[in-house]
C-alpha cells in the first residue's frame, strides 16, 4: 500500500472542544461551497464526490473523548488526502452488507504520524461516503523469550 504524504497538519488543542472548533469551521467552509450535501472531490475516483456526513454521524457515536478528540484532529489531513491523492486504496467488499464496498487510503502527517481514511461506497449508487479517519495505533508485539530458540 502507498502512503500519501499530506502538507497540511493535524490540529492541535488541548480540550475536546477547541479541536472540535477548528474541525466545524474547515467542515462550515466547505459547506459552504455547495448548496446541498457536504462532498469534496476525489482525485482517485476520477473527480467523483466524496459525501461528509456520515463522518460526522459515525465520530459522535463514540463515547470516549479521548479516542473522538484523536480522530478530528486528522480531519485536515483526511480531506487532502482525498482531494490530492492518486495511490491505490486497500479496497474489499463490507462483510456486514454485500452492496458496499469499503477503501482504506493510508496517509502520513508532516509530523510523520501515519493515518487511514476510510471510504464507503454504495455499489448500487456508485455513492461514496467519507466513514472514518484514524491515526495507526502501534501494538506491541509480544514475541517469546530469546531463550526459546526463536
Avoid at 502507498?2 to 472540535?20: A, D, R
Avoid at 463515547?63 to 478530528?72: G, P, Q
Avoid at 483526511?78 to 491505490?88: A, D
Wanted: net charge positive.
Amino acid at each position: 500500500m502507498q502512503v500519501f504524504q499530506t502538507k497540511s497538519k493535524k490540529l492541535q488543542g488541548s480540550s475536546f472542544h477547541e479541536v472540535k472548533k477548528k474541525a466545524f469551521d474547515l467542515y462550515k467552509d466547505i459547506s459552504k461551497t455547495t448548496r446541498r450535501k457536504p462532498h469534496v472531490r476525489s482525485a482517485y475516483f476520477n473527480k467523483t464526490k466524496i459525501f461528509l456526513t456520515l463522518y460526522w454521524s459515525h465520530l459522535f457515536e463514540k463515547k470516549n473523548f479521548a479516542e473522538l478528540m484523536r480522530r478530528i484532529k486528522f480531519f485536515p489531513c483526511t480531506i487532502e488526502l482525498i482531494k490530492k491523492s492518486k495511490f491505490k486504496p486497500t479496497s474489499k467488499e463490507n462483510p456486514n452488507k454485500t452492496s458496499e464496498i469499503l477503501h482504506r487510503f493510508a496517509g502520513i502527517t508532516p509530523d510523520k504520524e501515519l493515518f487511514f481514511v476510510q471510504i464507503k461506497e454504495e455499489k448500487n449508487s456508485n455513492k461514496k461516503w467519507l466513514i472514518s479517519s484514524f491515526p495507526y495505533r502501534q501494538i506491541k508485539e509480544k514475541r517469546p523469550p530469546a531463550s526459546c530458540g526463536l
